[in-house]
Structure formats: C-alpha cells, structure tokens
C-alpha cells in the first residue's frame, strides 16, 4: 500500500472501530435477554429436528414411511421433520439527519436507538438459524457471527439527506423486512417501497422511531424549526399554537403508516427513545414470528 | 419641582416625550425568534398560528420596558428629595440666634442651620455677623467672610438663661446703622424682649425668622407642702395630650449621684401645666439635689434644689427636771415652735441621738454630759455636726468650762454670769449691737424690743473678739462660736426661754436660727433676710442643663442673690447654679415658680421657616438601580415570551433561585456557636472519664512547672514500665490539681513537695483525707535525698510537715526489711530514686510477730495509706516522649542499676497499691495446704 489513506477516512474507521464493539456488545446483551423458548418453524418442512408422525396418505413415497413406529401398529406412518429453511430478514435502519435529532441532552438520538434495535434483532434471527441483511444490495442477507460484525459496520454509515427513504434494491422476493425510520418526511417514497416489497411477497414490520420531544411538541412562543440537515424552516411566532395541529398531523401520518400496514400485511408500531428497548426487540421479534405463520 | 422632589437637569425629562414613540417601535418589533433543530418541521410546513397579533410584544412586557426606559431617564434627570431652595441675597446677612436654654433642645439642628445659613452666603460672597442674644457680643457688630465664623460657631452656645436685660438693648443700640439681612434663629418663645428686637432689625433690613416647631418642655421649681413635692412642668405650645417624665438625682448612699425617684407629669391638652407629686422620705428627699424632665437636654428642664426641700434634723435635749406643766418655761418651747415647721426633731439621750445622725443637736441649759458623751459629740461635731447650746442657771452654777476651754464649749466662762436690768439689780435690760460684717447674723435687722436681762459672761480670751458673733450693745458677747473640725459649737449666753432675754420671742430668734444653718425656711427669701451676706456658687447650670461644678467664682451679695430669687424685673440676670453661704444654700432656677411658657407670635409680615432641614436626597441612585432591576425582570418576561423558560421546572427554580439571591444580598445569619457548656463540670466529667476508663498514675500538681513536668515524665516512665512488665496497664498519667479534681479516682498519688507549695484548702484536706481513708495512697517526695535526716530541717522537709500536719496519717516507720513492698512483684531491698535515702510507710503493729517458719512477720492487712520519701523517684522514672531517660542517674552502668532497681521499685509500689496485701498472705499458704490435707 503506497497510497496514504485519506486522513478522514482513516479517523472514520478509527471511529467506527471504536463504537462497533459497544454496539455490538450492547445489542448482544439486549438479546441474550430475549427468551426464545422453542425454537422452530412450527410447521412440518425439511430439517432435522422431528416434527411429528402422521397417517401415511397415497401418494406418500414409500422411503417416507417410518418403519419402526408403523410397525407398532396397523397403521403406516410418516415422520414428518421440523421446516427448518432459513429465513432471509432485510433490515432498514434510516440514516438520515432527521434521526440524529434527540430532545434531550440525556437521550441518545433516534438513530442510535434504530441501530441498536436492528442489531439486536440481528444478533437474535443469527442465533436462531435466519440469514441476516440490509435491504440495499450492499449487504444481501447471510448467516454467521462475520454478517453481524459486516451488518454493524454498514448500520453506522450515516446518510446526507434530511429524511430518508427505504432502499429496497437488494430486498429479495418472499423474504422478511423491517423498516426502522421516524417516518417523517415525505410519506411517497415509504409507500413506494412497501408496495414494491408487497408486491414481491415481502412482509415485516414498521417501527417508527420518535422522540418523546416529537411526541409532545412543547415548544412556544417565537420560533424557526430548521430540520436536522437545515433544508426545511418553517417560522412560527407562536410556537404554542400549533400544538393541536401538529400533533394531529403527526396522529395522521400514524394512521396512515399503519393503514398502509395493514393493506400490506405489514405491522406498524410506534416506539419512542423514552422507552424501554427491550418492549420494542420484544415487539419486532413478535411480528417476524407473526409473518412467518 | 414636583412637591418634595427637584430635579438637577429637568431638560432630560423632555425625553420623556419619546415614550410613546418608543412604545410604538417596541411594540413593532417582535421579540427575537428561536431557532430549533427539529425533524417534526416537516409536519408542520403550511401551518398558520392562529393569533395574528402575537408577532406583538405583550402590553405587560411593553410597560415593563417603557418603565424601566422612563426610570432611566428620570433618573439621569437628577431627581433630588427635598432640594435645598437657594434663597440667594444680597449683602451683609446678620444671623441671631437667641440662644436661650430654650435653643437647647435643637441646639445641633440649629447649628447645622446656621452652618448651612453661612455655606451659602460664603457662596454668594456675603459678609456675616453671628450674635446670640442671649449673650450679646458688646461692642459693635463687625460683618465679616463666612468662613470667620465658621471656625466660630463653637464659640455660640446656648446660654442658661432668656434674652433680655441691658446686654441685649445695649446690643440692639449698637447695631450698624446700614442695611443688612437678618436671620433670626428664634428659641419659640414669646418674651418681651423680642419686639424691641424684631424692630431693631427690621429697620437695617429684611428678617427671616427660623424657629423649631417642637414643643418646649420646662420644670418649675420644685414646692415642698404638707410633706409632698409638688413638680410642675410646662410646655409651650399647648397641643394635644403628651407626658413629660421628670426625675428626682441626688447622690445615694455610697456618694454616687443617680435617679433617686421618677414621676410623670401628663399634658392635657390644651393645657400648657402639668403638675404631680412625689411623696418621698425625708432621708431621699434630703439628699435630692435637682430635678429634670427626661431626654430635654435644656437649661429649663433642670431644677436645682436647694434648702428648701430640706429638712435637717435637729436634736433637742434639755436637762429633765421635775416640774411639770410648765410648758411655757420649758428651756425647749420657744425652739420646739421656732424649728417645728422647718425641720425634724428628734428627742432621746445622745446615744441614740447620734444614731440618728442629726445636723444638729440643741443642748438648752445642760451643763455637764459624761465623758463619753462628750468623746461622740467631739467625734460628731468633727465630721461636721453642728453643736448649739444654750445657757441658763445651770450652766451658769457649774464649773463647765471655767479654768480650761471645756470641749464642747466655744468660749471660757467666768463663774457665775451677771443680771442686768432686773429687779434686783441697777441699769437697763441691755439691747443688741447690730451684727458686724463678718458675722453670719451680718445684715439682719435687730428689733429694738430684743433686751437680755442675763447671760453668762466670757472669759476675755485672746480668740474671744473673733469667736464672737453677736453682742450686746455693750459689747459682752451674746453668742460665740467655735469651729470644731468640719462643724463647730455655737453657744448662746441666754436661755433659750424667756426667762433671761426677749430674744427668743422675736423673730430675730428664728432668722438668727436660719443663718446658723440650724433651720431652713421653706420659702423665698427676701432682699433683707439676705442683707450682708455673700454667696458664693457652688454648683453652675450651663445651657443645656449640665450641673457643673462652679470652681473658684467669686461670691454674690445676698442682695443680688434675693433678687434672682424673686425674679425681680430688670434684675441682673445670676448664673443659675447652687449658691451657698454658712452651710444655707440657695438654687437659682432658670425657670421661676411663676414663669409661664408661650409660643412666640410673630408679626404675619415676617417669613418663619421650620428648623428642620430635610437633607438631600438624591433619587438618581435608587431609579437607576431601580431600572436595572426591570431589565433584569424584563429578560425573565422576555425569556417567558419567547418559549425557552418554559425548558424544565428546574431551569426556572434556578432562575428564582438567582431572584432570591440578588434580592437577599444580606449572608444568612451565621449560625450561633454552641454554647460552650460550664467549663468546670466539663472538666469533670472529662476526668472522671479518663480516670475511670483506665488503671491511670495521677501526681499532685505543685504549681512548680519543672517539678510538674518531671513528675509527669516520671509517671509516664512507670506507666510505660508496668506496661511492659506486668499485667498493670495504665493510661496516660494525669496532674491533679487538689483544690479542684475529686481524687477518688486514683489509685495512686505521687506529690512531689516543694517549698513554695500553697497549703491546700480545708476542703482538699477533707478531700484527702477521705481519699486516704477510703484506701488511696501518697507517695510523698521531698526530692532532697532527706539528706537530714528524715524532714527535720530541710526546707521541703519542713513544708512537708506543714502540709501534712492536718492529713489523718498513722504513725510511720523506716521500711522493715519483711514488708510487702519489698516482694510484691520484685525481690528488693532499696527503694532509690535519684538518691537511695530510707523510705518510711505506715508502722507495722507492736504486736507483729514472726510465723513459725516463716521468714516474714505476719504484718498489717492493709496497705500504707502514706509512702515518704526523699529520693525523688519521678526523676528516675522520668522518660521523654521517646521512651529514653529523661535524667541522668547516677554514672555508668552503676546508674542505669540505679535506675531499674527504681522501675522495680516503682513496680512493687503500684503491685502493692493494686493487690494490697495479696503477697503478705503467701505466709498462710503453708496452713492453708495443711488444712486441704486433712
């Protein structure tokens, strides 16, 4: 290597070497709270582990039946095994400037928590079998210990723009998704990908990530909102005033995520930076078993 | 001018004006916007506010800032409370201030006024002249820079007295006849004087008239009648209802002037008199000497008093005799009713008279007292008791005084007296010479009807002419006079019935009594019972009503005196003051028994100012700070308006908290100490606690630092010493101090003597004795190596014997060689300190024998109460804080020996103290096992 490596690049690694560990160390201890109980697919397909015996049918191959607990019997059985295909979840943390906002300076900043959310449930559907991945074709979904440690590097890149949008290039047909975002921006682009999604028998869930300072709008008197990356203001000389109307247009792109949810066979949840993530992992694990019956 | 409040540059306030221009601008301008970095902006693009008016500051905001922008400006304006109005004129200002014991009560206010009265005509350039009218300056009245007189003003002092008389016309008369300005600094008072005055002045020129509003408070002498005083304050003017509290000083027992009683007079209103009486007894009110109304520092509210109030008590004794009911030739009637009315009397025989402490005490017609008698009268008369007798036949047939000058007689007399005028012999009853001038009778008129048919006749002495101080007309002397210490004898050569002289019938008799000091008349003298004699002061009241001791002025004549008294018109004005003269005394009062108060009225053309100077007080200050502070709490509203208090409670505690703070700039109190509890029982319990928690040495505290401290050393070295050898543990050795510390703590005593040792107390010694009773033993240490054999002439040895004379100490003895001290831990035989000299301890008992066997005697049970010795083993013992020997011990490894076998000693000492006789028992242990064996 002759090249010196740009110096920003080189403190960016450094940077990112050096928040990886905690993360991935904190999204392990988030899901070794999980317990998972059984685990399985809960429905008889291809796999080791033993499903059931069930009455032979015609048409059952003769190498199908199981001899040894048919011969107990008059009855032919089969042994049917345990489905255990892995399932492929792609996962979309927004990167945009709009999650780094946090109301208070003892909050961490929403994309931190979509982060640890994503990486957690990583670390979860990677010790349950499930290949992991991003939604972009940067990182398409895979199993193992070297996918979290690749996943984390990817879930710290941050974006440019104010609010993002879902990249669904890399999203394959029939898989799992899950969209972390606050949601806030324009509606059109989450709606397109979902569709997009939908349409190739994707399912997953929606978490919109707020900050309870999102959540309560108290802000008054005078004011100029300038969104994260300053492409928005909006001046209000009486901030108070526009409670009601926020919060009701906020109430509404709720509704409207979760109508959209529902028209997909998506969930919709809302969860914010106040709160537990425990109830949030617990949530997204929930609806992914939930897809899969 | 707005009322009370000038302004310093009224310009300014025209920038008030701008005000409303200011309002419409700050209500234009909206208050400054937030900007927040907020994602949810994007939900809230196209929203409108309802309130369009908003944008507006609000009213209350508005009015807080205008109010503070009009703070400024009014405060940059120079506002001023009560300004000083500039009355500047022109030309010579005459300021007069009548100065009178009524000026006192204002005095420092007029003085202020007067100083700045002469500041602004130093400003304008004006000459001055200063005059108090109650001491006018004589001569011509000279005007000159006010600076003059401001280094002058001391010299104007309110006088003791009201303007008025020739001093004051001569002045008025030697006004410069050219105009000027005239400043009259007026008392309150109306008096005659002032009109004369006012149109003296008003001719030269404009006057002004400065007067306090305040009401003048005075006392009226005092009146003594039927056994009250009677006080009368007065007042000018007469409004509404006040008190005046007028106290009684005099000096008490022990010579210390104070308040010897208090009454209050109450003002009605409209009443100008207030009056009260004071019932006091006869011992108070003899020693009163003046009365003043409380907190009035003027002349007027002092009244001296003087003979008036007193009474003096007045002995009368006359030879018993048995007749009866012959009052009217009772040698005492004519006294009894001459002195009744003025003073008290008291009977008895002289012993008992004297108790009483009389002034005076009569002797009528009584020849002859018994030595002793005579010896207390002599003694009396000496501290100034006055003596007076009275002859008669008695005396006259007696040999008092005949050959030698009797003692409680002024004169010799010649035996038998003569009779004159009488039906048995030739010529006329002799009449009286008129008193000579040096005599106290001197100016008294003599009735012509006053005769002496008798007397006892002098012998001419040398001293006869001047002990003289009446005679007949043919020269005999009719009374003499001998001083006698600090009082003196005065005989009369009559009786004092009328048996030998019409003297005592005329009221010659009783003003002769007066002037002797013998009575005093309750009332005013007049011109002629003053005739001829000479006051002189004694004490002088100054215009402010202090008594001062009159010094060395020369006397008054009666004359004059009895004119002040009676406040003639015109008279000439006497310093108030005590005047005296033969032991009578007279108060000169500024306020007389008639004077009356009354507020003076001035003619409607002449402008009166109040004294009251209301200061400046600049408001530029306090309306500066003032708009200061509506900035602080316009950035608060401000804050409020825009949105960002409303960031968290906490913030918003915070900013209160700071409001708190700039509002309360005064520290909290600091907090009281604890209350140091009582030292001594704290001292106590504090040794009572180091005594008790641990086995402690304790040694007597002698008051010789050295010996002190060696003998802690040496104690410490013991207690460091047992610790290491034995089961004994002690604690850190403590002094004890005999006199203060209880002892039955210790186990153990070491007293060191010495010679300069105090003999404790008797109650240390029962507490010693106790202590030693209760099984406490001393070590005693002469430390001199009883080099005397024991305590027999060495000095601690004698001291020794002297402290320890009243100890309850049992006979003693050399150490026999079989004590117990010399096996209770160690085997010695000696028992060195720094010397090796015989120790003595408790005697064993005559009937010890030796055990069969046994190498010891079967001694006492107890322990030595006592252990004596010289070998001052504190010394050997003594360590330093280190642990190494403080002393030197003998040489080499001899006087390390030395040194243990003290340790040892020292170890037995304390084993025997602890165990008592635990070793001594050891001798039954052979009996003991033989009766296990059986």
Redesign the interface.
Known sequence: MTAPLPAALRHRAEGLAASLPPLLAEAEHLAATVMLGEHGRRRAGIGDEFWQYRSAHAGDAQRLIDWRRSALSDQHFVREREWQAAQSVALWVDSAR??E?SGSRDRAPKVDRARLLALSLAVLLVRAGERVGLTSAALPPRTGQMQLQRLAGRLCDTGATD?GAPDTSGLAPHARAVFLS?F???PAPVEAALTAAADRGVKGALMMLL?P??EG????????????GGG???????????RG??LA??AE?KDRLAALARLTGWHFTCHHTGDAPMVALMWLHRSLERVRG | MLGPIGFAAPGLLLALLALPALWWLLRAVPPAPVVRRFPGVALLLGLKEDESETDRTPWWLLALRLLAVAAVIVGLAGPVLNPQTRADGTGPLLIVSDASWASARDWSRQEARIATLLAEAGRAGRPVAVASLSAPPSGALAFRPAEHWAERLGGVAPQPRAPGGAGLDAFLAALPAEGFETVWLSDGLARESRAAALEALETRGPVRVIESPRPILALRPPVFEDGLIRLTAIRSPAEGAAEAVVTAHGPDPSGVERELARGIAVFEPGESEAGFALSLQPELRNRLTRFQIQGVRSAGAVSLTDDALQRRKVALLAPRDGREGLELLSPLFYLRQALEPVADLIDGGIDDILLAAPEVIILADIARVTELEADMLVEWMEKGGLLVRFAGPRLAGSEVSRGELDALMPVRLRAGGRMVGGAMSWGEPRALQPFADGSPFAGLNVPEDVTVTAQVLAQPDPELAERTIAQLADGTPLVTRRPLGQGQVVLFHVTANAEWSTLPLSGLFVQMLERLAVSTRPGRPDADDLAGSTWTPERLLDGFGTVRDAGNRPGVPGETLAAALAAEAGAEPLAPGVYASDGRRFAVNVIGPDTGLAPAVWPARIPVEGLRQASETPLKGALLAAALLLLLVDILASLKVSGRLVGGTLRGGTTALVLVLLALPGPAAAQTQPGAPDAGTARDDRLALRATGETVLAHVLTGDPRVDQVAAAGLRGLSQTLFRRTSVEPAEPIGIDLEADELAFFPFLYWPITEAQPTPSDAAYARLNRYLRAGGMILFDTRDADMAGFGFSSPAGRRLQEIARPLDIPPLEPVPGDHVLTRTFYLIQDFPGRHNGEVWVEAAPADAERADGMPFRNLNDGVTPVVIGGNDWAAAWAVNERGEPMMQIGRGRGGDRQREIAHRFGVNLIMHVLTGNYKSDQVHVPALLERLGQ
């Open positions: 709009s999650m906002f609010y606050d806030l921006g324009d900050d300072v999102e709008f108290p802000f008054d008197g005078r004011t100029i909102f300038e969104s994260m928005l203001r909006h001046e209000t000389l009486k901030a108070g005033d526009l109307r926020y247009r906020l792109r």
